[in-house]
């Protein structure tokens, strides 16, 4: 089997995130957690609104958002070593017939038996490299398994664990809002089209990767492009090159960040609230725009404060704060450094000297980087355990689930985008791998 992109290194400290929620509810912890609900099989929030308990439990969920059906009593009751030795059996027997991919963000329990494990993209290309396998797992959420769809052969099935994984972030943007949004812009700046003498349009839709194949559709039909964490800033001089304007969805805190790193002042950078008229802005602000921001953002991310930062200062002098470009400005401005997932996990790995470090990153991550990485100490800015509330939703027993049912010669969850969706999607993907740093 292929090597992941993190190395799955045993370690005698417990980096399961499911296990400290646990000792939390019993008592046998002292530390705290934002939901005890958390300690329940994910299947008790199958059938009920909302994303579940977790960091998006505040977030509106939408109304046509997928929902799993009834995960079969024998996994739900099944005990952790049992599924944890059906999961096994389950990937022996299916060999090269099938790929599981592990999220970054993924518990413990669930990226133990990933063949890969990474962030979005990373994972999706890991899919690449295995055109003849007849499934892809993908253990992370809805977009990702799109993207991963996007990207696969068609003749192979790209399948979601639990369907009820999807995004909040992703979620909050609707490819209907979009398409109104886009064209209350033409009323305000134009035919959105139509070049100038200098040969710019008025404005470029630039899309971060956690969206949904919907909204990379759009992207690709109107001259727009994909962006990752990674390479936001290389996708937004892409698009000025093309552009008068970004307009940047859905986490107004990466396109801010980004932008203000390359100078755009905050001033020229409007909102674009999809509940208010014109976005929130007025129209002058929008003429007089560099980068239109979504109103959308990363509930795990938002959780991190200055305040946690000066208290990490204060508790561990010379400490290495490093957060992620989901995070407030404020945050990534008081921190050391900021980068995506990728980016932590290397700078961690390539410091030489034991270091103390605070990272304002999904709680899963920084636990399993934290024991990975003995010589280090590392922990989470967040005090409080609170995970990702829709990667929380891949539990093990759907692993086992979709897996078995394959042995059994049944696809389950496949998820798959329509064609006039994944050929404009496919364009906006492209551009980001043709688009250069400079
Ligand atoms: S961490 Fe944030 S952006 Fe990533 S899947 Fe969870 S809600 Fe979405």
């Known amino acids: ?67 799993q059906g009834e995960l079969p009593a024998a996994y739900r009751e099944a005990s952790e070593e049992d599924l944890e030795a059906r999961i096994v059996a389950a990937k022996q027997t299916l060999g090269d017939r099938a790929v599981v991919l592990g999220h970054f963000y993924q518990r413990e329990e669930v990226v133990r038996h990933a063949d890969y494990v990474g962030d979005s993209f990373q994972l999706a290309n ?18 990702m398994a799109e993207t991963a769809d996007l990207l696969s052969q068609p003749e192979q099935s790209v399948i979601l664990p639990n369907l009820a994984a999807g995004c909040s972030m992703a979620d909050m943007a609707d490819i209907d809002q979009v398409e109104d949004c886009w064209e209350r812009l033409a009323d305000v700046l134009g035919p959105l ?24 559709g759009f992207v690709g039909r109107h001259g727009g492009i994909v962006c990752t964490s990674s390479n936001a800033l290389t996708v937004l001089e892409w698009a000025f090159a093309r552009g008068h304007r970004v307009l940047f969805f859905p986490d107004q805190h990466l396109g801010r960040n980004t932008a203000k790193a390359m100078g755009v002042p905050l001033s020229q950078m ?35 404060t200055v305040d946690q930062i000066e208290q990490a200062r204060s508790e561990h002098p010379g400490v290495r704060v490093i957060v992620h470009p989901e995070c407030p400005m404020e945050v990534v401005d008081a921190a050391d450094e900021s980068g995506s997932t990728e980016y932590i996990r290397r700078a961690i790995a390539e410091a030489t000297e034991p270091t103390t470090f605070a990272i304002g990153t999904e709680i899963n991550l920084v636990r ?11 922990f989470c800015l967040d005090p409080v355990v609170c995970p990702c509330s829709t990667m ?19 696809v389950q969850n496949r998820i798959q985008v329509s064609d006039d969706v994944a050929k404009p999607a496919r364009v906006a993907l492209e551009r980001m791998l043709a688009a250069k740093p400079r």
């Open 392 to 410: 929380y939703r891949i539990h093990p027993g759907y692993l086992a689930w979709v897996l078995e049912e394959l042995v059994a010669g049944k």
């Open 368 to 378: 399993r980087l934290a024991a990975q990485h003995p010589q280090h100490k590392i």
């Open 193 to 216: 089209d139509q070049p100038d003498a200098d040969g710019l349009v008025p404005v470029i839709p630039v899309t971060y990767m956690n969206s949904s194949a919907a909204i990379k």
């Open 270 to 304: 409007p909102m674009w609230n999809p509940r208010r008229p014109l976005g929130g802005s007025s129209a002058d602000e929008l003429q007089d725009s560099r980068v239109i921001l979504w109103h959308g953002f990363c509930s795990v991310h938002r959780r991190f």
């Open 126 to 143: 890991a899919a690449l490299e295995h055109p003849h396998a007849e499934a892809i797992i993908f253990c992370g959420v809805h977009f």
């Open 1 to 67: 089997m292929p090597t992941s992109t993190l190395p799955l290194i045993h370690t005698s400290v417990d980096a399961s995130v499911d296990h400290a929620i646990q000792a939390i509810v019993t008592g046998a912890s002292t530390e705290s957690t934002c939901s005890t609900d958390l300690a329940a099989g994910p299947w008790d929030f199958d059938t009920r609104p909302g994303y579940g308990p977790g960091s998006s439990m505040g977030d509106v969920i939408p109304t046509g958002a997928p929902r």
